[in-house]
């Protein structure tokens, strides 16, 4: 069935980096744009970042843009999130998800969130 | 940036009864770019209705959603004991894609 693992999370001092990764399987990687989405604890969702299905798009909140990149390797059905000065406030459950659609990626249309990930869990705190 | 305010924060309703849930934008929002996504505790979301009005593959029936513009609405029409929990909407037509900060629907 399609899936999406995420891993890397754990604790972090401020100002340290942190790198994500998803593992898709059971499904076409490479043809689908990818995202990160995060929960802050007992907070709502919030969306971070995405990529289209080569990478030749990418998008980001403005919380989080210039120190969070966004990449994948489709040889690999692996989807990053390279976390750089990390702040308390980034402290949250990170969830890769996948548009519900195959879409193109030079001109890539947006699309609703119809695989997620179970999360992994970042904490920044000295 | 699209502002999604949900309606009400809290809604306390009795399994059998129908639950109408709320979601306003701060700007209009295309009625083919808005989700609602169902969360249970300790679990990822769930995509339930896509394009304000189309059910995900696998969502019974009870789940619909309407509106346009600036206003949608997730109605559930009998709810189930498991349909109590959080639920959000999402605009995904322009970035920065935006939740609603979450209506909870509670046991009376």
């Known amino acids: 069935q399609e899936q999406l693992v995420e891993s890397g999370g754990g604790v972090v001092q401020p100002g340290r980096s942190l790198r994500l990764s998803c593992t898709a399987s059971g499904f ?89 990930g179970q999360g992994t869990v970042v904490t920044v705190s000295s | 940036e699209i502002v999604l305010t949900q309606s009400p924060g809290t809604l306390s309703l009795s399994p059998g009864e129908r639950a109408t849930l709320s979601c306003r934008a701060s700007q209009g929002v295309s009625s083919t770019h808005l989700a609602w996504y169902q969360q249970k505790l300790g679990q990822a979301p769930r995509l339930l209705i896509y394009g304000a009005s189309s059910r995900a593959t696998g969502v019974p029936d009870r789940f619909s959603g309407s509106g346009s513009g600036t206003d949608f609405t997730l109605t559930i029409s009998r709810l189930e004991p498991e349909d109590f929990t959080v639920y959000y909407c999402q605009q995904y037509g322009t970035s920065p894609i935006t939740f609603g900060q979450g209506t909870r629907l509670e046991i009376k």
């Open chain 1, 28 to 116: 076409s990687f490479s043809t689908y744009g990818m995202h990160w989405v995060r929960q802050a604890p007992g907070k709502g969702l919030e969306w971070v970042a995405l990529i289209s299905s080569e990478g030749s798009n990418k998008y980001y909140a403005d919380s989080v843009k210039g120190r969070f990149t966004i990449s994948r390797d489709n040889s690999k059905n692996t989807l990053y999130l390279q976390m750089n000065s990390l702040r308390a406030e980034d402290t949250a459950v990170y969830y890769c998800a996948r548009d519900s659609e195959e879409s193109g990626d030079i001109y890539y249309t947006y699309d609703a969130f119809g695989v997620w």
